[in-house]
């Protein structure tokens, strides 16, 4: 699909993915406008529901963006959310979809350069993969909108 822009969703720490985004705005360093960031308290708030929500909902790939290993501000919630990402991954894979329409990124708040590129970088991938399943329903043999 040649003009197929994905649309993302990324659930970032407050702590350390958002403050990375912001970061990246703040040194002007662009990443795709089709990345539409949730901030949340910490990743591990993200449960396996809101991505699945997400997904339902239209985005054709989500990422939860959380603090380093072992940085965590609520001492394990990054783990959690990795737990729960790697989770949704084999839920998808059941369902017959790629994993790879959800990842887990782990940043500390310095890093804008890698937020802009980690965003880039997935929605590339994500274009190579597709326009989500959800999206069309075949009926009739005719594709119609789902959402």
């Known amino acids: 699909m040649e003009n197929f822009e ?17 970061m990246a705005g703040s040194k002007r360093i662009s990443y795709p406008p089709n ?5 949340v ?12 929500k997400a997904l339902e909902k239209g985005a054709d790939g989500v990422y939860v963006a959380g603090c380093l290993e072992g940085d965590c501000h609520f001492k394990n919630g ?8 790697a989770h949704v ?5 059941e369902l ?15 890093m804008g350069e890698l937020f802009a590129r980690t965003a880039s970088e997935f929605t590339e991938k994500i274009k190579q993969l597709g326009p989500s399943p959800v999206k069309y329903i075949n009926t009739d043999n005719h594709q119609k909108a789902a959402i």
């Open 35 to 39: 990345v539409k960031i949730i901030r």
């Open 78 to 85: 990054n783990t959690r959310a990795g737990y729960r990402v």
């Open 6 to 22: 994905p649309e993302i969703v990324a659930f970032c720490c407050h702590y350390c993915a958002y403050t990375a985004a912001d």
């Open 96 to 110: 017959g979809w790629e994993k790879e329409r959800v990842e887990m990124i782990r940043m500390s708040a310095g």
């Open 89 to 93: 991954q084999k839920i998808l894979e």
């Open 41 to 52: 308290p910490c990743t591990g708030k993200v449960d396996a529901i809101h991505i699945m």
